[in-house]
């Protein structure tokens, strides 16, 4: 009957940390280029009183005694499907359609990845994300660029003041990784290399398998209201019956401590 108790609580946690995920991935519904996550479950040990194929009586037993001491949480992993592409009219702003991350520089050195494409440019005039990372390789805007351009292979060109010709002043490359939910998030919608997701491959977009890139669209996440609140409902059920079970458990010990002999 102790058992009982252990394994419905273990069922519980699990469910716990399932409403946790899809609480993440509701917050940010709206945020640029996220990519919700899903929780993986698995069962655990079991304890088995009798092997399967054990000879008793001189015979041999079909099936064993074998019973599950619970759930556990196997993984959380990435769902990398292309969101919903809205439009903006910012010629900075790009979506990418199809695979592919944007690399940035981050603060201590090292490169990031990302799918939000809400660029922007700094004092020096390098396009860089909302929180200032410049993309690489490097792109500088002149100061005096009245127009931007950018294509769906990546090449970005400026008209300047007084000019009327289009000047090329870099290409946008992108990123793939051969297992992209092996990737390390670390919040501000940047992901970063692991063992797991493999070394990045650089390309031109539209190439090689590739995504094309949308000058004036961000691509929205790919966060379903609707399939995360069916979720929610299953998992608060779960979570539900769980605690029925130890309660009735609870009970079960109850009448055994209270027989009278």
């Known amino acids: 009957m102790i058992r009982a ?93 199809g695979k592919g991350f944007f690399g940035v520089t981050l603060p201590d050195g090292s490169e990031g990845y990302t799918r939000s494409g809400a660029f922007k440019t700094d004092s020096t005039g390098r396009l860089v994300t909302s929180d200032g990372y410049p993309i690489f390789p490097e792109i500088v805007i002149p100061d005096n660029a009245t127009q931007v351009s950018i294509s769906e292979g990546g090449v970005v060109e400026v008209v300047q003041d007084g000019g009327a010709n289009a000047t090329e002043v870099g290409t946008i490359t992108l990123a793939r990784f051969q297992n992209p939910a092996g990737l390390n998030a670390i919040g501000r ?49 779960a979570y539900e019956v769980n605690s029925k079970t130890i309660s009735t458990a609870d009970e079960m010990l109850s009448m055994a401590n209270n027989l009278v002999r």
């Open 5 to 97: 108790l252990w394994t419905a609580a273990t069922g519980m946690e699990s469910q716990q940390s399932n409403i946790d995920v899809i609480a993440n991935n509701l917050a940010n519904v709206n945020s640029t280029g996220f990519k919700k996550s899903r929780a993986d479950f698995q069962d655990i040990l079991y304890q088995t009183e009798k092997m399967a194929g054990a000879t008793s009586a001189g015979t041999e037993v079909p099936t064993g005694i074998q019973v599950g001491l619970g759930a556990r949480v196997a993984s959380v992993q990435k769902i990398f499907t292309t969101g919903d592409l809205q439009q903006s009219d910012n010629d900075l702003d790009v979506a990418i359609e």
């Open 189 to 237: 919608n940047i992901f970063k290399e692991t063992s797991s997701s493999g070394s990045p491959t650089s390309g031109t977009p539209g190439e090689e398998g590739y995504g094309t890139l949308a000058q004036g669209f961000l691509e929205g996440s790919n966060v379903s209201v609707m399939e995360e609140m069916v979720n929610m409902i299953a998992g608060q059920r």
